[in-house]
């Protein structure tokens, strides 16, 4: 695979014409091969958070970023072969939440892949999911790329099956942010298991992208921005070229680099949140992270939202983030320094000065 610049350059310009019109909370991905009849694009949608108030009464907000983002999904131009949306489609993943998001996503023109999030999950472990979606877990190839989805929200036994009174109870207690009841989020062994076994046939030349819900990596414990078995997936794809990790949850732009692999976050199409840093708290608890940051404006409803362009050059992502009412990002793959880094503000004498807050 290499760079096809000026298919990107096309891809980016007829995007452009569709930009001025809005700027969306979905991502497209563009995988550019050297022969470009390969080429091809998909759609990343995420965190839709339909929150059910009652009768037919959804939160409004949180409806219109979802049906935005499947609105303009479906005119893009070239057309995306699939779209993936990455978990967290309910607030309280109620039947009336899950229907309610099934049906706007079903106006969607493509296959649309899922994956679970905690919001989906909780109140009764993925059963109606199940129903509507499929399998929690499952592989699928495309076009010369193995692409695996995880559930990485899972967590241990006794606090999903012992602790609460309802599983009421249990959605509310996982569902708050920086709630100290939450448990941190897993792959879990079976799972595991199951990639270790799935990924054995797969050459090791192949680009592998691992779409999971929680980032495959540690960044902050106290708001489950955190997989507990982190280390042992990426030692799963530690082995392959070329490896990329992209998930949803936290709501914001991040890029890190462990060993091998590149990891990416999408927007929200909800709202987003802010870093944890951006707390007033102990600065201990706040692993080093590898690849310094922008972040974004907490406050600013649409700030961190918005859609992104993902072009998997040489099988390394690089995010085109066209952002809401802000200076647009470029995130991608540097050879020289071996990791992701913002294209323009990734020097700390130009970074976006951080906002303060609380
Ligand atoms: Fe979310
Ligand atoms: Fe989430």
Same mark, same amino acid.
């Given at each position: 695979?290499?760079?096809?610049?000026?298919?990107?350059?096309?891809?980016?310009?007829?995007?452009?014409?569709?930009?001025?019109?809005?700027?969306?909370?979905?991502?497209?991905?563009?995988?550019?091969?050297?022969?470009?009849?390969?080429?091809?694009?998909?759609?990343?949608?995420?965190?839709?958070?339909?929150?059910?108030?009652?009768?037919?009464?959804?939160?409004?907000?949180?409806?219109?970023?979802?049906?935005?983002?499947?609105? =303009?999904?479906?005119?893009?131009?070239?057309?995306?072969?699939?779209?993936?949306?990455?978990?967290?489609?309910?607030?309280?993943?109620?039947?009336?939440?899950?229907?309610?998001?099934?049906?706007?996503?079903?106006?969607?023109?493509?296959?649309?892949?899922?994956?679970?999030?905690?919001?989906?999950?909780?109140?009764?472990?993925?059963?109606?999911?199940? =129903?509507?979606?499929?399998?929690?877990?499952?592989?699928?190839?495309?076009?010369?790329?193995?692409?695996?989805?995880?559930?990485?929200?899972?967590?241990?036994?006794?606090?999903?099956?012992?602790?609460?009174?309802?599983?009421?109870?249990?959605?509310?207690?996982?569902?708050?942010?920086?709630?100290?009841?939450?448990?941190?989020?897993?792959?879990?062994?079976?799972?595991?298991?199951?990639?270790?076994?799935?990924?054995?046939?797969?050459?090791?030349?192949?680009?592998?992208?691992?779409?999971?819900?929680?980032?495959?990596?540690?960044?902050?414990?106290?708001?489950?921005?955190?997989?507990?078995?982190?280390?042992?997936?990426?030692?799963?794809?530690?082995?392959?070229?070329?490896?990329?990790?992209?998930?949803?949850?936290?709501?914001?732009?991040?890029?890190?680099?462990?060993?091998?692999?590149?990891?990416?976050?999408?927007?929200?199409?909800?709202?987003?949140?802010?870093?944890?840093?951006?707390?007033?708290?102990?600065?201990?608890?706040?692993?080093?992270?590898?690849?310094?940051?922008?972040?974004?404006?907490?406050?600013?409803?649409?700030?961190?939202?918005?859609?992104?362009?993902?072009?998997?050059?040489?099988?390394?992502?690089?995010?085109?983030?066209?952002?809401?009412?802000?200076?647009?990002?470029?995130?991608?793959?540097?050879?020289?320094?071996?990791?992701?880094?913002?294209?323009?503000?990734?020097?700390?004498?130009?970074?976006?000065?951080?906002?303060?807050?609380?």
């Amino acid at each position: 695979m290499t760079n096809s610049r000026s298919n990107r350059r096309d891809f980016i310009k007829g995007a452009g014409a569709l930009a001025a019109v809005s700027a969306l909370p979905l991502s497209t991905v563009e995988l550019a091969f050297a022969d470009s009849t390969k080429n091809f694009t998909f759609a990343y949608i995420s965190d839709a958070h339909i929150q059910h108030i009652k009768g037919s009464e959804f939160v409004r907000n949180w409806d219109r970023g979802l049906i935005r983002a499947v609105a =303009e999904t479906n005119l893009l131009q070239p057309k995306p072969d699939f779209v993936m949306f990455g978990g967290d489609l309910a607030q309280l993943g109620t039947k009336a939440e899950l229907d309610h998001g099934k049906a706007m996503l079903d106006r969607l023109q493509y296959k649309t892949h899922m994956v679970m999030g905690e919001h989906d999950y909780y109140l009764d472990l993925g059963a109606y999911w199940s =129903e509507l979606f499929g399998p929690h877990y499952y592989s699928f190839d495309h076009k010369g790329v193995h692409f695996v989805v995880l559930n990485s929200i899972i967590t241990y036994d006794e606090w999903t099956h012992e602790r609460w009174p309802t599983p009421e109870q249990r959605m509310l207690e996982m569902a708050g942010l920086d709630n100290p009841n939450g448990s941190p989020f897993m792959v879990g062994e079976k799972q595991r298991q199951w990639l270790a076994k799935d990924l054995e046939g797969v050459a090791k030349t192949t680009p592998v992208v691992l779409f999971s819900h929680s980032p495959i990596q540690k960044i902050y414990k106290g708001w489950n921005f955190w997989t507990e078995d982190a280390e042992e997936i990426q030692a799963l794809l530690q082995p392959f070229a070329d490896a990329t990790v992209v998930y949803g949850h936290v709501h914001q732009i991040q890029y890190n680099q462990i060993g091998n692999i590149s990891f990416h976050a999408v927007m929200a199409t909800a709202w987003p949140w802010p870093y944890p840093q951006s707390y007033v708290q102990a600065e201990s608890l706040l692993p080093k992270l590898t690849v310094p940051m922008n972040r974004a404006d907490p406050f600013f409803e649409r700030d961190a939202t918005g859609w992104q362009f993902i072009d998997l050059a040489s099988g390394r992502v690089a995010m085109e983030y066209n952002l809401y009412n802000n200076t647009n990002r470029r995130v991608a793959f540097n050879p020289t320094t071996g990791q992701p880094e913002d294209t323009a503000y990734q020097a700390v004498g130009s970074r976006i000065a951080p906002q303060t807050h609380y």
